[in-house]
């Protein structure tokens, strides 16, 4: 049996999430299947406790369709984008 292909995602960071990696976006490869809290943990164990913080409060987008639940499976090529509450009026 062989392993399934990885699989490589964008994931784009907003407002405290972009302060938290000092990133606007970086692609990560995940074993497969993979899912969104799949690529949430790999990003903290790239970024630590500062990331981890910040995801805590953070809603995710899956190509631009929001996400309601972490387990939502990602295919290759995904964009996951991590978007903390905004404030403003």
Request: with cysteine.
């Amino acid at each position: 049996m062989t392993a399934a292909a990885p699989v490589t995602v964008t994931v784009r960071y907003f407002a405290a999430a972009r302060a938290a990696t000092r990133l606007d976006q970086e692609t990560l490869t995940l074993d497969a299947p993979a899912t969104v809290q799949h690529a949430a943990a790999v990003a903290v164990q790239r970024h630590g406790r500062a990331l981890a913080s910040v995801l805590t409060r953070c809603s995710f987008l899956l190509d631009e369709v929001a996400v309601h639940g972490l387990d939502q499976p990602v295919s290759d090529g995904a964009v996951i984008d991590v978007l903390p509450p905004f404030a403003g009026g």
